[in-house]
């Protein structure tokens, strides 16, 4: 069965530096995507950013970015330049391409320091 | 465009009294339409999820129930509510496995349960 794995329960970052939230997951399959959302407090869920398994390319979108190693099964998010209005719960999730399954980590709860 | 609602945004129910919540898909057809639950500081709990009319998977044995009864319609109930039934709840969509183009997972704007 797929597995998203974080195993960073928290993490925390001063303001204007960058953070990598990690993120790992166990799949057979090659037709995947990859997706990492915010989660403030008012527990609106954010998209950040998305990812297509046949793509080698790494997405970016503008602060964030993702180092996506597929063979090591690697999904991490790094958050440059980071932000007060960064601070939140990060979720990585995994949808099988052509299936219902879809899987979430269990989050990493980010702190950013003024 | 696609969008989902989901309501009530906020609920407070005594024990053993009923429960709906409904979440409804708009701009997509047979959508693959889920049910989570998230506790205070805690990840997101798969309750339900389903890929048609009438077909429901149960992911963890509980005192929640799930129904669709249309394509875009997707209810979670309880006929007796317990106090751990307390939690936000979101309902979350995915594009048709018979469109891979572009999959995302859309979620719905939450609901709070407080159970007292």
């Known amino acids: 069965a797929q597995t998203v794995t974080q195993s960073q329960p928290e993490m925390s970052v001063q303001e204007a530096e960058t953070v990598t939230l990690s993120c790992t997951y166990d799949?057979?399959?090659?037709?995947?995507?990859l997706f990492w959302y915010k989660q403030p407090p008012s527990r609106q869920m954010i998209l950040v950013i998305r990812q297509e398994a046949y793509k080698q390319q790494n997405a970016t979108e503008n602060r964030f970015s993702v180092n996506f190693q597929k063979a090591a099964k690697s999904f991490s998010l790094k958050i440059s330049d980071s932000q007060l209005g960064d601070a939140a719960m990060y979720f990585c999730?995994?949808?099988?391409?052509?299936?219902?399954?879809?899987?979430f980590g269990k989050g990493t709860k980010l702190t950013v320091n003024p | 465009s696609q969008t989902i609602h989901q309501w009530p945004a906020t609920l407070v129910q005594p024990v053993g009294s009923p429960l709906s919540l409904e979440c409804t898909v708009e701009g997509t057809s047979n959508p693959n339409l889920y049910w989570y639950r998230q506790a205070a500081g805690r990840g997101l709990q798969l309750l339900f999820y389903?890929?048609?009319?009438?077909?429901i998977s149960s992911e963890v044995p509980q005192n929640l129930s799930a129904s669709r009864p249309q394509d875009r319609q997707f209810i979670l109930s309880s006929k007796k509510l317990l106090l751990s039934d307390s939690g936000f709840y979101l309902c979350a969509w995915v594009r048709s496995t018979r469109d891979r183009v572009g999959n995302t997972i859309y979620f719905g704007e939450g609901s709070w349960l407080t159970v007292v």
């Open positions: 999730a995994y949808i099988q391409g052509g299936s219902e399954k879809l899987v």
């Open positions: 389903s890929v048609g009319i009438g077909q």
């Open positions: 799949t057979s399959e090659s037709d995947y995507y």
